[in-house]
């Protein structure tokens, strides 16, 4: 039967690297020293995990590796070796590089395997460091009695000890094994045979004399004995017509096993070539069919595929009811059929709802990577920080687990470098020494909230101003309430940071963090006290695949606004419009002026009803940091909508961001607000128009 | 797979190299003149039904359909080769295609008169098309062919709908 | 045919037991840890049980000493999947009462050949 173990690699890809995350959370929460003895356990037992299936997959290099991690761990699950802090920063390190081995070999690239094999000298080096677990010689024992040319074949001894059937093997198969290896000539000893009185039937009485005559192996013959060395008086002797057999009188039951002549046996150097052989063919076949399989997967939890099936059934019954009903149906029914529709609706609803939760993943696969990195950044930056994170069990779209991660990453590690003190300089202002940053997540509303908060600095107003001034974002008479300096950040060109450090002053910016959130549906806001603190919040939609809508109507046409983007909707009064020279229609909410989007316009709806501000109403939504009000007839009701694409069969079209399909079974147009706001940009009064204008 | 071989025959028999191989075409009315598609790229024939509109589309793009669960543009063919208009009625006909994009196959529906008839056609009966200086740009025009009295005019459903992407992209960024 | 429960915490390892000994035509029940299987084993019987040994809530060495004790798995053939570089392994699920093993890494062919060998 030949098995194509490529068809396998994509859960074991997926398997190891849940399987790295842990060991390198269990490494980082691991205190030397004192090592929680569960803990070493299950970082063994994850780095037992990746050897075994890299090796019964082929990836002999990735089991190698991981051996050498291994064999340190063993020694320290088993007390034999002490937890060290420069051991635990090894071993750190070799996740790093196992990671990438496992990376590179799921992407079918070339391994750096200069960088693997100065990582395993590191771990030999910590190996060797303890002379504990030396090695015992393996004793030479291929005396042979006489030459392998003269010999014939072999003299086997074998007497089972009585218990030997309890643990599940059986003398015969072990003689029939034998016998197909070649001649075999069997006697039996029955005198250790009881009366039947006494006989118990689950014990083993009977030994074996045996002889096998033909080309045969010690090899072979102690790979059939290998199971039961221990439950069983066991000798093995060559027969050589020249010599006369050695009077192989067995070992009494009390010595113990002749274990030096079975260990020998499976001579190790020639054992492991034979493997990588083995594993070296293997792999080649493996390269090619794993080019074509590079669909993404996704682990579901089981439990969530049962409560589906269990709702698809629920369905079944409900459709067959109805069909059932429809067949003969009267009108004295029309309950039941209301009941069974009412019925159907639940059943669907309910199933939507637990489809959607099988992209659900817990945010923790993201949340994962930040103790390492702020473990190896404080220590970096010489500062004492403590990561405090809450929520991980939160979950949310895969989607937004494969984006979320690097704006995350750049949030905290702003935190780190701009937000926490130095030591020194907390303590002159009377905090701890060490700092902290929270990482929390949860659900509030339809939404999921990710805080990264720190006790640091808070955000200097006045240098951001002054920044920002300088840079041309602002014009230098402007006034901004904190929040809108705050707001700076997200400008695209600015950096706070005095001087630019390796931390976060390179690649991505904030303006990229906000962009890669809107993306994605969610928004982000600050809060900041000077002296006491910055908080980062982010609001991501649950999923990307449904959207909490506004349904709006302008003339005969329906569209739908995220509810993310919308602060309130109002009514206009006169005396809030103004027109402001070259900015257009604005109106004055809270100290602001907002500018006036008037969406039949823009949308070019040619029935609209409302034309004059006052018999409509503004919806007040924010897009990339920019307000605006948009101007429609009417509001409808607010209801989750089904994302559909409209690049699927057409092309993406300047201001939606795709369209669902209503109850009716008509399609309903979703706006895209920040694209909206973009287009009416002429009008725009947002602050980074201003600094555009002035600039 | 046998879409694009019956492409590829569709080359061979333009080309005149074809052997007997019949090839079968779906014909319409539009505006009193007759025009066929490769009846293999038919996805469905529905009767007119009211679309979404989408803002800031050329006009020849009456909107967007609900086409189970997936979401469909519809164009008007009359408007799109700019042909007289015509009020929809009973008989208005959405013939629903299956496109070769860059992107992959879309389905897209086009508003016709009316559905005529079935066309068998081999060889012997396609001629490439001669240059009207008219109406139908010839690079939409697969060939011709006549059944019965009639001329019917083959369109190639790619570069119709194909082609009008682009141009819509060129005209979006325009915009 | 012949019902095997098989026991891996990893799950590549698992599908792969299980689609070869499916392939072979044996009825495979399939457990992600030692609890599991012991809980499947107590509700019904199986001719073979083969297990991992490293996994977590319940390891290999345990399932097997646990599934020893009950009447029905006095006999059946209880193999361990281990590496070659853990003799005391070996020596521990022998003291449990494992029938035998097989060495990882081990390739489909290995695995058949050994549960034709036990079953016989």
Redesign the interface.
């Known amino acids: 039967?030949t098995?194509d173990?490529a068809?396998?690699?994509q859960?074991?890809f997926?398997?190891s690297f849940e399987g790295l995350d842990i060991m390198e959370s269990g490494l980082l929460e691991m205190d030397p020293g004192s090592a929680d003895p569960e803990q070493i356990n299950?970082i063994?037992?994850a780095a037992?995990?990746i050897?075994?299936?890299?090796?019964?997959?082929?990836f002999t290099n990735i089991?190698d590796f991981t051996?050498v991690m291994?064999?340190l761990l063993d020694e320290m699950r088993d007390g034999r070796r002490q937890v060290t802090a420069e051991a635990v920063n090894v071993l750190l390190a070799s996740v790093d590089v196992l990671r990438e081995m496992l990376t590179a070999t799921s992407e079918d690239a070339e391994v750096d395997s200069e960088r693997v094999k100065a990582q395993k000298a590191e771990l030999d080096r910590i190996l060797a460091g303890d002379a504990a677990a030396a090695e015992v010689a393996e004793p030479d024992s291929t005396e042979e009695a006489c030459a392998r040319s003269e010999q014939t074949g072999w003299h086997i001894v074998f007497r089972p000890h009585s218990h030997m059937?309890?643990?599940?093997?059986?003398p015969l198969?072990l003689i029939r094994?034998l016998g197909s290896l070649g001649e075999l000539n069997v006697e039996v000893d029955l005198e250790p045979l009881l009366p039947l009185s006494e006989y118990e039937p689950?014990d083993s009485y009977l030994s074996w004399d045996l002889h096998l005559t033909g080309d045969v192996s010690k090899e072979q013959i102690d790979d059939i004995f290998?199971?039961?060395e221990?439950?069983c008086d066991l000798s093995i002797d060559p027969i050589c017509p020249t010599q006369k057999t050695p009077a192989a009188a067995p070992e009494t039951a009390s010595e113990p096993a002749p274990k030096t002549e079975i260990k020998a046996v499976p001579a190790p150097d020639e054992r492991r070539e034979g493997?990588d052989r083995?594993?070296s063919d293997?792999r080649g076949s493996a390269k090619k069919s794993a080019t074509g399989g590079g669909a993404s997967s996704i682990?579901v939890d089981i439990t969530k595929i049962d409560v589906l099936i269990n709702m698809v059934g629920e369905l079944v019954i409900t459709q067959s009811m109805l069909s059932m009903l429809g067949e003969e149906f009267d009108i004295s029914q029309i309950e039941r059929l209301r009941e069974g529709l009412a019925q159907l609706e639940r059943h669907t609803r309910e199933m939507q709802e637990s489809v959607m939760q099988i992209r659900m993943l817990p945010i923790s696969f993201t949340f994962s990577r930040f103790p390492r990195l702020v473990h190896d950044l404080s220590t970096k930056m010489g500062k004492q920080i403590e990561l405090k994170m809450t929520g991980e069990a939160t979950e949310v779209d895969k989607t937004v687990i494969e984006k979320i991660g690097d704006p995350l990453v750049h949030l905290v590690r702003n935190s780190l470098d701009h937000g926490i003190e130095m030591p020194e300089e907390r303590v002159a202002a009377g905090k701890p020494e060490q700092g902290t940053v929270e990482l929390n997540a949860y659900h509030r509303g339809g939404n999921i909230i990710i805080e990264i908060k720190d006790d640091g600095k808070g955000l200097n107003r006045d240098l951001l101003l002054e920044k920002a001034i300088e840079r041309g974002l602002v014009p230098s008479d402007a006034i901004l309430s904190d929040q809108q300096i705050y707001e700076l950040i997200f400008a695209a060109g600015f950096s706070t940071a005095e001087t630019v450090s390796d931390v976060s002053g390179r690649g991505v910016g904030m303006d990229v963090v906000r962009r890669n959130i809107n993306e994605l549906g969610g928004s982000i806001e600050i809060h900041s006290e000077i002296g006491v603190g910055s908080s980062f919040v982010i609001r991501l939609p649950l999923t990307l695949a449904i959207l909490d809508g506004q349904t709006v109507c302008i003339g005969s046409?329906t569209y739908i606004v995220p509810l993310v983007s919308i602060i309130e909707s109002i009514q206009v009064k006169e005396n809030m419009i103004n027109m402001l020279a070259g900015k257009g229609e604005t109106f004055k909410l809270r100290e602001e002026y907002l500018p006036i989007v008037r969406l039949h316009e823009?949308?070019?709806?040619k029935d609209a009803k409302a034309k004059n501000l006052n018999e409509g109403l503004l919806v007040v939504v924010e897009g990339e940091g920019r307000r605006c009000g948009l101007f429609v007839d009417d509001l409808l009701g607010q209801q989750q909508v089904v994302i559909?694409?409209?690049?699927?069969?057409?092309?993406k079209?300047?201001?939606?961001s795709g369209?669902t399909?209503l109850g009716d079974?008509?399609?309903?147009?979703i706006l895209d607000i920040p694209g909206l706001i973009r287009m009416a940009g002429n009008a725009s009064v947002a602050f980074s128009k201003d600094a555009r204008k002035s600039a | 797979m046998a879409e694009s071989q019956v492409a590829e025959l569709n080359n061979l028999q333009r080309e005149g190299f074809s052997d007997e191989q019949n090839a079968q075409y779906l014909t319409f009315e539009l505006a009193d003149e007759d025009y066929g598609v490769d009846i293999l790229r038919v996805q469905e024939i529905r009767g007119w039904d009211v679309v979404t509109r989408v803002p800031n589309t050329p006009s020849y793009v009456k909107g967007v359909l609900n086409l189970r669960g997936a979401i469909v543009p519809i164009f008007d063919l009359r408007e799109r080769f700019d042909l007289s208009s015509q009020e929809y009625t009973k008989d208005t006909v959405v013939i629903v295609l299956r496109v070769n994009g860059d992107t992959g196959m879309r389905i897209m529906g086009i508003i016709v008169d009316a559905v005529s008839d079935v066309l068998n056609s081999n060889s012997s009966g396609l001629v490439n098309a001669p240059d009207f200086g008219g109406r139908v740009a010839t690079e939409f025009i697969a060939g011709l062919v006549s059944a019965g009295e009639k001329m019917v005019m083959l369109l190639d459903v790619d570069k119709l709908l194909g082609q009008d992407q682009q141009s819509e992209q060129e005209l979006a960024a325009v915009n | 045919m012949a019902s095997i429960l098989a026991v891996d915490d990893s799950a590549s390892m698992l599908q792969m037991v299980a689609f070869t000994l499916k392939g072979a035509g044996y009825d495979v029940v399939e457990a992600t840890d030692g609890q599991y299987a012991l809980d499947i084993a107590k509700t019904r019987g199986v001719d073979l049980v083969i297990t991992d040994v490293n996994m977590p809530r319940m390891d290999g060495i345990t399932l097997i000493g646990e599934l020893r004790k009950l009447p029905s798995y006095k006999f059946t053939p209880l193999l361990m999947l281990t590496t070659e570089s853990s003799p005391e392994k070996k020596q521990q699920g022998r003291a449990a009462g494992a029938t035998g093993w097989i060495v990882k890494p081990f390739n489909p062919d290995q695995l058949l050949n050994t549960v034709k060998k036990v079953l016989g």
């Open positions: 039967m098995i173990m068809q396998f690699h859960v074991f997926d398997e299950s063994f037992r037992h995990s050897k075994g299936g890299s090796g019964t997959f082929g089991a051996h291994e064999t059937m309890r643990t599940g093997n059986d198969r094994e689950e290998d199971w039961v221990d439950d493997d083995r594993t293997r682990r046409e823009i949308l070019g709806v559909k694409s409209l690049e699927a069969n057409y092309r079209i300047s201001g939606l369209a399909i079974g008509s399609v309903a147009l």
